[in-house]
């Protein structure tokens, strides 16, 4: 199983943009799908998006969709989540996950989780 390592988090101000990186150590991302989740405190943790095995699929949060973009460089073994647009409450723990396929409703579904990187949107 591959052991998820998530960077890229930080401070930005509304409408600036972050891009979040999913990479492994372990066995390689590539036969995996992925899953970005987010969780805010006090709240449950969230689907943000995901990526299938053979990346013809991805899907998106509502709040997210046409603002965030996930994708994979198989060479790199990392996947990533490209945040434009960003907004106050895009503010949580980001945490990306492997599993056997692109579910945004059930993150139990993933095998494995990285650590998350914190994602902090205010001016």
């Known amino acids: 199983q591959p052991h998820p390592v998530e960077s890229g988090g930080g401070l930005a101000q509304p409408g600036g943009s972050l891009r979040l990186s999913c990479a492994a150590s372990?066995?390689?991302?590539?036969?995996?799908?992925i899953g970005w989740f987010r969780q805010a405190p006090e709240k449950a943790r969230e689907g943000v998006s995901c990526?299938?095995?053979?990346?013809?699929?991805?899907k998106y949060a509502g709040s997210v969709k046409g603002r965030f973009t996930v994708s994979r460089d198989k060479v790199k073994n990392t996947v990533y989540l490209q945040m434009n647009g960003l907004k106050p409450e895009d503010t949580a723990t980001y945490y990306c996950?492997?599993?056997?396929?692109?579910?945004?409703?059930?993150?139990?579904?993933?095998?494995?989780w990285g650590q998350g990187t914190q994602v902090t949107v205010s001016s």
């Open positions: 996950g492997a599993g056997p396929v692109c579910n945004l409703n059930h993150w139990e579904a993933y095998n494995t």
């Open positions: 372990g066995d390689t991302l590539n036969y995996h799908a």
């Open positions: 990526i299938s095995r053979d990346n013809e699929e991805t």
